[in-house]
């Protein structure tokens, strides 16, 4: 436990990197003199790099191990952070952003790789909640306390402090994780040639069910995240009339929902015995939240502020997405499998945050600078139609229930 504790806090790092642009996106508008295309693109560019990373990093974890994998590249994480800080402009930040996403894009597919070394299948998905809930403090720090020390301080120094903790939570990597437990076959596997990795991840692809989980994969978290960590902040101010503090509040009160809908989701599918139905009825949901939005004019500020907070707490369906994928491959083949899957998340929220940009920027703003109600709307409803989409491909995949799972295991081990 340890380890996955240690893995698990090094992620709020990731978190609050990522999220911050729904607080000071305003700010980053007013400093940099952007527009919403240049800030979604910069918010889009850490998935960009995310995503980027993710089959390098599937490589690198069934050959080098995790320890060594997502230390090296918490190193890159560290040059970007650096960079963000102390860049004047807007491409200097923005390289820095792609820096930034693909040092961290390596701490969600470790930890579970760990934790599916560590651990039996069963536990997986409570795990994986948990480790993703701890790293939302990240996104804690990332709404009403960010938004009051930028107002402080400015946001350079806290990213400063940030960046600090990311170089000791680093140490603290390379000091206590290990790959595998003394007797897992992972220590004693032998070492795949390239032209063996490379047909490896053509079995990854080649897999049936692959492609309908990667559709809902693609399009869940890029919808929930777009809200969470993009546009909501801007949304409750512009449309609603809310200071910074009081949408980071909501912010954070969103992010604190996302974190009990972790503890709700992680450990239901081994009450309900599927994987799949919890992953389509919570994606159900959100699209539901979003069409209310979409469709209700100039709604009250406690529907919208409810809305946001929902979305949060619905979000959290989209780890068993990852749990159902986990379960479609074996073992040998778990990092370059799980680097797809979350290939295909980043890369749906890089797609959807610049896309979003583009979105809004059609509307031409107000006297007072702040987008009119009807761009967040028609933002909103372009959601709700992406969702539907991809839940009409992922009901087409087979469901991988936890029984059949230990089922498999007791096999093995008879």
Wanted: hydrophobic share 55%; net charge positive; glycine share 10%.
């Amino acid at each position: 436990m340890v380890i996955v504790a240690v893995m698990a806090i090094t992620y709020v790092a990731s978190h609050f990197f990522r999220a911050s642009n729904v607080t000071i996106g305003l700010d980053l508008m007013r400093d940099l003199q952007i527009g919403p295309g240049a800030l979604g693109a910069l918010t889009g560019a850490f998935f960009f790099g995310f995503s980027a990373m993710q089959i390098p990093c599937g490589f690198f974890f069934d050959r080098f191990g995790p320890r060594l994998t997502v230390t090296a590249m918490l190193l890159v994480a560290l040059a970007g952070t650096t960079l963000f800080v102390l860049a004047p402009d807007w491409p200097l930040l923005l390289s820095g952003r792609v820096l930034m996403g693909a040092g961290f894009g390596v701490m969600l597919i470790g930890s579970m790789v760990l934790i599916s070394r560590w651990f039996p299948p069963d536990r997986f998905s409570t795990l994986a909640s948990l480790v993703l809930s701890i790293g939302l403090i990240g996104n804690l720090l990332a709404t009403t306390p960010l938004a009051w020390a930028t107002e402080q301080v400015g946001w350079r120094p806290l990213f400063g402090m940030v960046l600090g903790f990311t170089a000791i939570a680093t140490l603290a990597v390379w000091l206590v994780v290990r790959d595998a437990p003394p007797d897992h076959p992972f220590l004693a596997r032998k070492t795949e040639s390239a032209g063996e990795m490379m047909r490896g991840l053509g079995e990854v692809l080649r897999n049936p069910q692959l492609l309908f989980i990667l559709a809902l994969n693609f399009c869940n978290y890029a919808c929930t995240f777009t809200v969470q960590g993009l546009w909501g902040g801007p949304f409750l101010r512009e449309a609603h009339g809310l200071s910074a503090i009081e949408s980071g509040n909501v912010l954070l009160a969103a992010v604190v929902a996302y974190q009990c809908g972790m503890l709700l989701f992680g450990p239901l599918d081994r009450r309900l015995d599927t994987r799949k139905w919890i992953a389509f009825f919570g994606t159900a949901m959100v699209a539901g939240v979003l069409a209310v939005l979409a469709l209700w004019p100039t709604p009250p500020l406690w529907l919208a502020a409810g809305a946001i907070i929902a979305i949060g707490f619905l979000s959290a369906s989209s780890t068993m997405i990852m749990t159902h994928g986990r379960g479609i491959f074996p073992d040998r083949l778990i990092g370059r499998g799980m680097a797809t899957m979350n290939t295909s998340v980043m890369l749906g929220v890089a797609c959807m945050q610049s896309l979003s940009g583009f979105i809004l920027g059609q509307f031409a703003p107000l006297a007072d600078g702040a987008r009119p109600e009807i761009a967040y709307r028609t933002l909103f409803g372009f959601m709700v139609v992406v969702l539907l989409v991809a839940l009409a491909v992922y009901s087409r995949s087979k469901d991988v229930k936890p029984s059949d799972e230990l089922k498999a295991k007791f096999r093995e081990l008879r």
